[in-house]
Structure formats: structure tokens, C-alpha cells
């Protein structure tokens, strides 16, 4: 078994790993920091993989969702009609009601909505949320686009809630753009990282 070792003392200032296990052609693409931002965007091209990493992202806004849609039209738009799924685990500060379950409220159903990556995330001084999405070859111009999310935040209600999700974008044309914001609010401060992988 081979070991990987990040070159960088933290994930936020990652530019390279070092190891002998073959990762493929991860590639830093770009990051942007928010300071009270009503989104982030990002640029898409031709990688076959993109990885989107989360760090330290606090809302303005209790209870608000970090959410995400792409364009087909560099930017101009976004509102690609998409479906997926999510589940939860959540367990509370006081150490009760632990639990595992599916969460249909998250579902996206042929819809053009922006998707959630979380649910209800705090905005207490010492909350914020961390996680990553992967997304699939968007400049396909034969096949819909998958995406994957993992994504745990500090609950609004003082419990630690972590959502999985996974969906597809059901679009033949390339998605040019991606862009992130809160259900309500903006983005008071984090970092969002993107690579690509061949």
C-alpha cells in the first residue's frame, strides 16, 4: 500500500501531492475566498473530472443552504434542469438523537433550482462546513453530467449534520460554468477550491 502525502500544511493552500500511488492528472485550477459574496463562480473546460473543495464556509444567514447550478451559456444563465438524492447523519451537541436517514426534502426532480450541498447550516461565530463535489466530465456533449457531494456543516440547531448527494444535470450541450451561493444570504467567509483531473 502506497502513501500520499499532501505537500502543503493545509488542504486551503494545496497546489500538488506527493506520493507513489498514481493519481491520474490532478490539476489546481483556481480558488476563490469569500468575504460577505453573493456567489462564486467558476469557469469550466475540458478536464473529464472536476473537484470542488470546501473550507471554513460560514453563511450570513442562519439557517441557509449552500447551493450550486451550472450554465451552457458561459455564465449568462443558470437553471440546468437536474435530478438527484441525498441521505443524512446527524447527531446532536448534547450527544442524543443520533440518526441516519434519507432526506427527500433535498430531492431535485427534473427541476432547474439550484441543488443543496447541505441543509440549514449555522452562522454562530464558531460554525461553519466543509466537504467537496465531483463533477463529471461537463463538456460531454453526449451524455448528461453526474455529480457526487459530501458536504458536513455545523446544524443551525447545534447539532453536527453531514448530506450526501448525488444527481445529474440532464443537459447533451456542455456546461461552460458552475457558480455557488446560499439559499439565503451570502457568503460571509470560506474558501472553494477547484481542480481537475484527467
Do not use: C
Not at 27 to 36: C, D, M, N, Y
Not at 150 to 155: A, G, H, L, N, Q
Request: hydrophobic residues 30%.
Amino acid at each position: 500500500m502506497s502513501l500520499i502525502k499532501l505537500k502543503n500544511n493545509a488542504l486551503d493552500n494545496l497546489t500538488s501531492f506527493e506520493g507513489s500511488a498514481s493519481l491520474g492528472d490532478m490539476v489546481f485550477i483556481s480558488s476563490a475566498t469569500a468575504s460577505s459574496s453573493a456567489s462564486i463562480e467558476f469557469t469550466l473546460g475540458d478536464y473529464k473530472e472536476y473537484k470542488f473543495f470546501f473550507v471554513n464556509i460560514h453563511p450570513a444567514t442562519d439557517t441557509a443552504k449552500l447551493t450550486f447550478q451550472t450554465s451552457t451559456d458561459n455564465g449568462s444563465s443558470y437553471g440546468v434542469t437536474a435530478t438527484s438524492t441525498s441521505f443524512r447523519t446527524y447527531h446532536s451537541e448534547a450527544g442524543t438523537d443520533p440518526s441516519v436517514s434519507y432526506d427527500g426534502s433535498q430531492d431535485l426532480a427534473q427541476s432547474t433550482s439550484f441543488a443543496s450541498l447541505g441543509r440549514y447550516e449555522g452562522n454562530d461565530n464558531d460554525q461553519n462546513a466543509g466537504g467537496y463535489l465531483t463533477l463529471f466530465n461537463p463538456s460531454s456533449t453526449t451524455y448528461v453530467k453526474h455529480w457526487l457531494t459530501v458536504y458536513t456543516e455545523s446544524f443551525a440547531s447545534n447539532y453536527t449534520n453531514t448530506t450526501f448527494t448525488g444527481g445529474y444535470f440532464n443537459t447533451l450541450s456542455a456546461l461552460t460554468n458552475i457558480k455557488f451561493q446560499f439559499s439565503s444570504g451570502n457568503i460571509d467567509d470560506g474558501k472553494i477550491l477547484m481542480f481537475g483531473l484527467n
